[in-house]
Antibody, heavy 122, light 114 residues
Framework: QVQLVQSGAEVKKPGASVKVSCKAS????????LHWVRQAPGQRLEWMGW????????KYSQKFQGRITITRDTSASTDYMELSSLRSEDTAVYYC???????????????WGQGTLVSVSS | DIVMTQSPDSLAVSLGERATINCKSS????????????LAWYQHKPGQPPKLLIY???TRESGVPDRFSGSGSGTDFTLTISSLQAEDVAVYYC??????????FGPGTKVDIK
């Protein structure tokens, strides 16, 4: 069965970086796109960026451009999201989520990771 | 960016009664070449990841009970729970995927038992 398993909770200081992993199983990683979505306390879900197909093409929300990097290790069936220059407003639960690959149009998120809490505090 | 709004912010419904959630987009989500509306609905319970309920505005995801249904087109959409069950208590979000960067979600509607 399809599963997305994320790395554990992180506590970071302002200005630091965090890297969250998302390990896929039950399907071929390169056959789908993988998105990163976060939810800060009391806020709506917020899309951050995605990585497509075996070429690892990425697209990011303008809000996070310059601070976010999404990468893929195909051999490990794992995607990574790194967010730099962390501030207190980045405290949130971060999710990875799967959709169809770019070009299909079916960019709804059918499977989600369990979520990773990232806390940013001095 | 396409802005998504939802109404109401929250609602309380008696068990077995109907719950209706509305979602509005700032521009049409209907793609004329395939006549599909690029809208999805999710259920989100505390401590769990969101769960896909509906995509293409009205297609129920496999395994989702048929008391959940989606309707609407263009800029106005509705999620209906025909007979509310205790396990349906959650926050419900709509999401547009017409515009790919960024994908955007509504603010959520909290559903409780009256």
């Amino acid at each position: 069965q399809v599963q997305l398993v994320q790395s554990g909770a992180e506590v970071k200081k302002p200005g630091a970086s965090v890297k969250v992993s998302c390990k896929a199983s039950g399907y071929t990683l390169t056959s789908y796109a993988l998105h990163w979505v976060r939810q800060a306390p009391g806020q709506r879900l917020e899309w951050m960026g995605w990585i497509n197909d075996g070429n690892g093409n990425t697209k990011y929300s303008q809000k996070f451009q310059g601070r976010i990097t999404i990468t893929r290790d195909t051999s490990a069936s794992t995607d990574y999201m790194e967010l730099s220059s962390l501030r207190s407003e980045d405290t949130a639960v971060y999710y990875c989520a799967r959709s169809e690959n770019y070009g299909s149009g079916g960019y709804y998120f059918d499977y989600w990771g369990q979520g990773t809490l990232v806390s940013v505090s001095s | 960016d396409i802005v998504m709004t939802q109404s109401p912010d929250s609602l309380a419904v008696s068990l077995g009664e109907r719950a209706t959630i509305n979602c509005k987009s700032s521009q049409s989500l209907l793609y004329s070449s395939n006549n599909k509306n690029y809208l999805a609905w999710y259920q989100h319970k505390p401590g769990q990841p969101p769960k896909l309920l509906i995509y293409w505005a009205s297609t129920r995801e496999s395994g989702v009970p048929d008391r959940f249904s989606g309707s609407g087109s263009g800029t106005d959409f509705t999620l209906t729970i025909s007979s509310l069950q205790a396990e349906d208590v959650a926050v419900y979000y709509c999401q547009q995927y017409y515009s790919t960067v960024p994908f955007t979600f509504g603010p959520g509607t909290k559903v409780d038992i009256k």
